[in-house]
């Protein structure tokens, strides 16, 4: 696929389709692609990520139509992107909230950055599954019936593949981030655990802390290839 020139990059070619609807009534977005799909990239399911829909949003801006095989969210939590915070409106940590085996309704922390201690506090929900914004990516990922995830986040700065799958060994390689088979911490009521358990192949993509530029750099060309290739370890 011939890439758009660089002048035109400002805009989207073609129309998303809406699969839900935020807590706030903000369209939840989705760009499918030409025909059966095999890869679903998702970014901002948190607010404060912002960096993952802006890197995917200009990979997306440089296709001239829709990519044949991916179909793409750029906002998975839009009232957290526009509010500036990790939940959603209602506080509700997205990515704790899926109904998994192992959904806690304890708070959960997170750390405001790298080097501050986890003492910010979140609610799972009021039950696994509570929030329109996880249910409404259930429902996308059970209609669209891809074959693998890629869920954008920021900033661990690595690959987080638990199968070590040769798309994630692929990513790692082409990106430098190590490739772990888990970030380390437990992660109760994630996208990752339920789309496991659900028998889904699911790659967490973590970008490095780093400037919008460098992160442009570096791995929107990825999530070009990513977007143009559907097997993209045979391209490379």
Known sequence: MNLRPRQDWGTILWEPHT??????????????PAGPCTLLLFAGIHGEEAETTFALSRALRQLPAPSPHAAVVLAANPDGLIRGTRGNARGVELNRNFPTRDWQSKPVAHRSTLDDPQDVRLSPGAHAGSEPETQALMRLVTELRPETVIALHAPLACIDDANASALG????????????????YPTPGSFGTWGGEQGLAVVTYEFPLASTDALVRAHVPVLVELLTHADPTLAS
């Open 169 to 184: 060994q692929w990513l790692a390689a082409r990106t430098g981030l190590p490739l772990v088979r888990d970030i380390g």
């Open 19 to 32: 699969y839900g609807r935020s807590h706030l009534g903000v369209p939840l977005e989705v760009w499918r």
